[in-house]
């Protein structure tokens, strides 16, 4: 029975990475990316959507055409400054290097490509927003990472549990309601006091360090606790907080 409990854990984790390539796809910061054809050659663009205060952001386009030179305009939406500049020939490759902005401010960019007398703009007619985040400590986001990861793998696990011949409803509902407890009322306020602070001396409100999904996941798995001893078909229970926890992380994180 032991090896079946193991084996549980398998398609749990295959579960979570699976989730976690969706969340990527669909979340607002999934960075712009895309390929179109200049004089039978691919050019091909890559734009993050986000950058850290103090850092620069990188302009990266690639290409087999020599020909092919750039430029860029990023505007600050704070302070309405505008920076404009030529993009730096490489091998294979137009990028440069552009002032990122404090946090909390909104940069309105566009780029574009001269190929003899035409000129394209990449993405076509797009003009890019690129949000400027807090700078977050790398231990945090570690911290971050690793505790998400484990509240999700419990989660699916505890909703796969289901399948067990001889199911532990109770111990597995416990373990995900720690693991919820520990990253969405702890860990997850201090990331977004790194994420979302505008400066040393702002100081953020429970709104702003609380955010709906700190409260959303912990309320989920306590009121699954709470009905595994009201309510007969415990399956259906852990399946829903599971579809519950896992299309919201996908749709909503």
């Given at each position: 029975?032991?090896?079946?409990?193991?084996?549980?854990?398998?398609?749990?984790?295959?579960?979570?990475?699976?989730?976690?390539?969706?969340?990527?796809?669909?979340?607002?910061d999934y960075p712009v990316?895309g390929t179109i054809g200049?004089?039978?050659?691919?050019?091909?663009?890559?734009?993050?959507?986000?950058?850290?205060?103090?850092?620069?952001?990188?302009?990266?386009?690639?290409?087999?055409?020599?020909?092919?030179?750039?430029?860029?305009?990023?505007?600050?939406?704070?302070?309405?400054?505008?920076?404009?500049?030529?993009?730096?020939?490489?091998?294979?490759?137009?990028?440069s290097m552009v002032p990122?902005?404090?946090?909390?401010?909104?940069?309105?960019?566009?780029?574009?490509?001269?190929?003899?007398?035409?000129?394209?703009?990449?993405?076509?007619?797009?003009?890019?927003?690129?949000?400027?985040?807090?700078?977050?400590?790398?231990?945090?986001?570690?911290?971050?990472?690793?505790?998400?990861?484990?509240?999700?793998?419990?989660?699916?696990?505890?909703?796969?549990?289901?399948?067990?011949?001889?199911?532990?409803?109770?111990?597995?509902?416990?373990?995900?309601?720690?693991?919820?407890?520990?990253?969405?009322?702890?860990?997850?306020?201090?990331?977004?006091?790194?994420?979302?602070?505008?400066?040393?001396?702002?100081?953020?409100?429970?709104?702003?360090?609380?955010?709906?999904?700190?409260?959303?996941?912990?309320?989920?798995?306590?009121?699954?606790?709470?009905?595994?001893?009201?309510?007969?078909?415990?399956?259906?229970?852990?399946?829903?907080?599971?579809?519950?926890?896992?299309?919201?992380?996908?749709?909503?994180?």
């Amino acid at each position: 029975m032991k090896k079946k409990n193991w084996i549980l854990w398998v398609p749990a984790i295959i579960i979570v990475l699976v989730a976690g390539s969706l969340n990527s796809i669909t979340s607002s910061d999934y960075p712009v990316s895309g390929t179109i054809g200049a004089d039978g050659k691919k050019v091909t663009y890559y734009f993050e959507k986000t950058v850290q205060a103090g850092t620069d952001y990188r302009i990266l386009i690639r290409t087999d055409n020599a020909e092919i030179t750039g430029y860029y305009e990023m505007r600050n939406s704070r302070t309405d400054s505008i920076h404009r500049g030529d993009l730096v020939k490489g091998e294979g490759i137009l990028e440069s290097m552009v002032p990122g902005g404090a946090s909390g401010d909104s940069l309105f960019l566009d780029v574009y490509i001269k190929l003899r007398d035409s000129v394209f703009q990449v993405p076509k007619e797009t003009t890019l927003s690129v949000f400027v985040t807090g700078k977050i400590p790398i231990g945090i986001s570690i911290l971050y990472s690793v505790t998400l990861f484990a509240f999700l793998l419990f989660a699916v696990r505890t909703a796969l549990e289901s399948f067990n011949p001889k199911p532990h409803y109770t111990r597995f509902v416990l373990y995900t309601a720690i693991s919820t407890i520990l990253y969405s009322l702890f860990v997850l306020p201090i990331y977004n006091y790194f994420y979302g602070r505008t400066g040393e001396s702002d100081i953020m409100s429970p709104e702003r360090l609380f955010s709906f999904e700190a409260w959303y996941f912990p309320l989920i798995w306590f009121v699954a606790f709470a009905a595994l001893s009201v309510i007969k078909d415990k399956r259906f229970i852990l399946l829903t907080a599971g579809v519950l926890t896992l299309g919201y992380f996908v749709i909503f994180h």
